[in-house]
């Protein structure tokens, strides 16, 4: 895996070099890995989003481009924006603000159980953005601490990845009971 995310990196550095900086690696989950960059227009810190896995693998970039779409329509304080998206070599790409910070996960991992006003300001936050996401037709369906971002006193819900589009068929939905992801 280490290997591939230096390929990864490689070619992100190459393809999108007149407009990022690919700096390092952030993390990487399941099907993505995320790079911090810089973005040369406006002078920004942001996140590359990538999708992980080959081109046959087309229910992982079918969910991938629900994402990209999902997240696109969202514009909440709480919820990560999608800046930009594209594909470098036939595979996707997405690009957020960096929220410099933590996971709730990694802040958990490192301090343990957070105080009670904590509790309530990450709940507060999340139960907005999520309450945002609903009214918008979308339901997130994987919150979790690795996808809460706490940065500057707030909480930032990403990782549309697995959302369920409300208005969308059944027959057309790229999850569903029984599978997974």
């Excluded at 958990?108 to 957070?114: N, Q, S």
């Amino acid at each position: 895996e280490r290997e591939a995310s230096t390929e990864t990196l490689a070619i992100l550095r190459r393809a999108l070099s007149s407009r990022y900086e690919v700096i390092r690696e952030l993390g990487r989950g399941g099907s993505a890995t995320v790079f911090l960059a810089h973005d040369r227009k406006h002078r920004s810190q942001v996140a590359i989003k990538v999708i992980r896995g080959g081109p046959e693998d087309t229910a992982q970039r079918s969910r991938f481009h629900q994402e990209i779409v999902l997240s696109a329509q969202l514009r909440h304080p709480y919820v990560v924006p999608l800046l930009d998206s594209g594909n470098v070599d036939g595979v996707p790409y997405y690009v957020m603000p960096y929220v410099a910070g933590e996971s709730l996960r990694q802040r958990i991992d490192a301090r343990g159980a957070l105080a009670l006003d904590e509790v309530l300001s990450v709940t507060r936050d999340v139960a907005e953005a999520l309450d945002f996401a609903h009214k918008s037709g979308v339901v997130h369906r994987d919150i979790k601490p690795q996808n809460i971002l706490l940065s500057d006193g707030h909480a930032f819900v990403v990782d549309f990845g697995i959302a369920l589009a409300l208005e969308r068929s059944i027959a057309s939905r790229l999850t569903e009971s029984g599978l997974v992801v």
